[in-house]
Each structure stands twice: as structure tokens, then as C-alpha cells.
């Protein structure tokens, strides 16, 4: 993409992209690729070149989001012995623990689909969520200095500072994309997932200095509403309220 995709709004980012992929057939099933983090050809050629990165070689444990895109980073890290830790769609029901060790050698590429995913999957109360080695995040957009934006409703970042309001410490955060996904610039938040590594299946970009990670949850964004769909976020606020 030759042109300046500068956005001064992160909606005008997510819809740029979506249109994009859309547009150049980019867009892999589920289809269409807006409102979502979207699917993309080369989704598995990517998750790949994530796999050689040394980043990967010493992970035990890590979190991956539940979108289609990532489902070859599930199928790579499960097949290569890592416990993987998803969390359930819209954390209505925590997270989920998929440890290939528990796992027939058959049904791990069964195991990793969002579909199949509760079949093998142990549910996991959040006092026995382990520190992650590193996490994998679904983008819509992302920029070269670490920026990420989501499809608009926070999950990922909430994640991540669910982890931090237990006492984690900070981990890498990557995510596998397609080249259109990588724009020029958009506006940050306090409370965004800070990238370290950004894999497309040509390219792997190294964010030399990511924006700043959240620190824990931020409660005045935070509704009732919102705590009453997510259990965890309940849970959370009860501990510390």
C-alpha cells in the first residue's frame, strides 16, 4: 500500500482495512470480514513465521485470542507441547485451558477451532490462571511502533489487564496479520494491549519500544452492565471493592 493511511479516528482505521480486504479478496471465511477481527489468506503462513521467531522457542504457556486468524497459532502452539489459555468469546465464560498433554495427538487441530474448543477444553478460575509466557492478540489494524486496534469492543485489552489486576507481570503481546492490516498511524489509548511483535506471512516486524502497558483495569470505564456479562469482571470487582 503506497499511499498515507494515517486515521484520526481508530473507526476510520478498522474500516479502511475492512473495505481493503473486502475489496482485494483479501478476506478469508468467516466473511464479511468487518466487525470482526477478520480472517486473512496467508493467516496460516503467518502463524508459521511466528513460530520461528526466538520469541516462540522457550514458551510454556500462553494466551491466544479466539478468532479464526489465530486458530493456526492454537493448532502450532498445541502441537509444539505449549498449554494454550483462551478466553471464552466475549469472557462470558472465562477462559479456557487446552493442555496438549490432556489432548489425543488426533484432535489437537480439532481442539484449537473455537468450535471444537469446549470438548477439550478444562475451565479455569481466575486464581488458577498461571503467568503467560506471551500473549497472541487478534488486530484489525496495527502500526509499525506497536499500536493495535481491535474490532471496537475491548476484549483483548481487558484481557490483558485482567492478568495485570491479578498480579501478572507484563509479557510480550504479538499478532499475526495481513500486510493490508499494517497502517501508517491512529490514536492510542491508556488502556490498549502495547504490541512487541507484528507477523504478517512475509515480513516480522520488532517494535523496538511499545507503547506502555496497562497497569490493571481501569473501573471508571467500566459499567454494571458490563461486570453482570462478564462473571470475571464481577468476580474482580468484588475482590477489590
Known sequence: MSQDR????????????????????????????????????????AADRLFTHPLLQQVERMKVNPDAPQRYVRIRALNA????????????GGFWKLDPAAIPADALSRAA??????????????????QMDVIVAGS???????????????????????LRE?????????TTVHPVQVVDDFPGDAHDVPLSLIVTPDEVIEVASPPAEPPGINWDLISRGDR????????LWESTH
Open 6 to 45: 494515517r486515521f484520526s479516528r481508530k473507526e476510520e482505521a478498522r474500516r479502511s482495512v475492512w473495505d481493503a480486504m473486502q475489496q482485494q479478496k483479501i478476506a478469508r471465511f468467516p466473511f464479511p470480514p468487518h466487525h470482526r477481527i477478520p480472517n486473512f489468506a496467508g493467516a496460516r503462513e
Open 81 to 92: 507441547g505449549i498449554v494454550v489459555f483462551m478466553p471464552t468469546p466475549r469472557l462470558r
Open 113 to 130: 477451532s473455537l468450535g471444537k474448543a469446549k470438548q477439550y477444553a478444562r475451565s479455569v478460575a481466575l486464581a488458577d490462571l498461571p
Open 140 to 162: 484489525v489494524a496495527v502500526t509499525r511502533d506497536g499500536k493495535r486496534c481491535g474490532k471496537g469492543h475491548g476484549y483483548s485489552d481487558m484481557e490483558y489487564a485482567i
Open 166 to 174: 491479578l498480579g501478572h507481570e507484563p509479557v510480550p503481546v504479538v
Open 228 to 235: 453482570e456479562a462478564m462473571p470475571v469482571l464481577e468476580e
